[in-house]
């Protein structure tokens, strides 16, 4: 089935997993601890924002299987364009709290400013909040430096605190798709982005031999029906994929020549639940920096506009 869904885990199973796979990865990469650290404050504020979310905080969206399906089928998100209330206020004390972590964590003043603009109200949470659930970079840059403000550190500030809400709202419209048209239009997705939110994925994680992308806002996790860019859909001889460390062939890059596109790869026992996927993430940075050593990028997201089925 090209869409996967991933069991739910508590509050505590989540971070006790956590623990151990960062301990793993302490006792390997000791370099890393600075950011396993940050990571660590941020991943707890995350998951406690979710276990309040999952306590009957999202709104009822007038979003029909048939409408979705309508939409996937024309390669377009399910939650492209579509005007979802955002918990406002349910969200902005984690925005504030994970501004502290980052200032705290090696951000500085630049988390800090974001911080002091949320709560003297010359940056709306609820703008910030829902350009990132748009995934509008444009709109949120512009604001950004508009303010004197990091436009990156803004960004993925946002993103941390959106992601809870969106992951949760992508398991309530595909948790059960049932085996009518949106079951059917999920197994038909065929695309590098999204079927939820449109973003791309952070990684590719590869277990029991299934290649499944998983996306870096929402955490979705679906197969491809071809092993291709998922960029531009090169499968020729631009299309590489290659391990690094020849003595780590389980951690590889897909490298395209054509569109300058790079996905990280990695085989694990199981799928990373929300938001763990981030450890997947951050556990590879040195394939980031080695596809970026040679001029590979990840592209800008792709723009849906309001487009709607």
């Known amino acids: 089935m090209p869409y996967v869904t991933i069991q739910a885990c508590s509050r505590d199973d989540l971070l006790d997993s956590a623990r151990r796979r960062w301990q793993v990865i302490r006792e390997s990469r000791p370099d890393l601890e600075p950011a396993l650290a940050l990571q660590r404050e941020l991943l ?3 998951v406690d924002l979710a276990a309040v979310l999952g306590r009957g905080r999202l709104p009822k969206l007038s979003l029909p299987p048939k409408y979705l399906a309508a939409k996937l089928a024309r390669g377009v998100p399910a939650l492209a364009g579509e005007p979802i209330p ?12 994970l501004c502290d972590a980052l200032a705290a964590g090696g951000a500085g003043d630049a988390a800090t400013h974001i911080r002091q603009a949320v709560e003297e109200g010359t940056l709306e949470a609820a ?4 350009a990132s659930l748009r995934r509008d970079q444009a709109a949120l840059r512009t604001g950004a430096v508009h ?19 969106v992951h ?27 079927p939820a939110c449109g973003s791309w994925p ?8 299934h290649r499944t992308l998983r996306c870096s806002f929402c955490a979705s996790a679906w197969e491809l029906t071809t092993y291709a860019c998922i960029y531009c859909e090169e499968s020729g001889e631009g299309f590489v994929t290659a391990a690094p460390d020849e003595e780590r062939k389980d951690r590889r890059i897909e490298v395209c020549s054509g569109c300058g596109g790079y996905l990280k790869t990695i085989d694990v026992p ?11 993430d951050i556990e590879t940075t040195d394939l980031d920096i080695a596809a970026m050593e040679h001029g590979y990028a990840r592209p800008p997201l792709k723009d849906f506009g309001s487009r709607k089925g």
């Open 44 to 46: 707890t504020r995350i």
């Open 86 to 97: 955002l918990p406002v206020p349910v969200l902005t004390p984690t925005l504030l709290q």
């Open 127 to 130: 703008s910030l909040l829902t």
């Open 147 to 165: 303010r004197g403000l990091s436009p990156d550190l803004m960004w993925l500030v946002a993103e941390l605190a959106v992601s809870p809400f």
């Open 168 to 194: 949760a709202l992508q398991r309530m419209l595909f948790g059960h798709p049932g085996t009518g048209d949106l079951q059917t239009a999920l197994d038909a997705w065929n695309h590098g982005y999204c």
């Open 202 to 209: 952070a990684v590719g994680e590869v277990a029991g031999g």
């Open 270 to 280: 199981e799928l990373s639940p929300f938001p763990l996927l981030s450890i997947s």
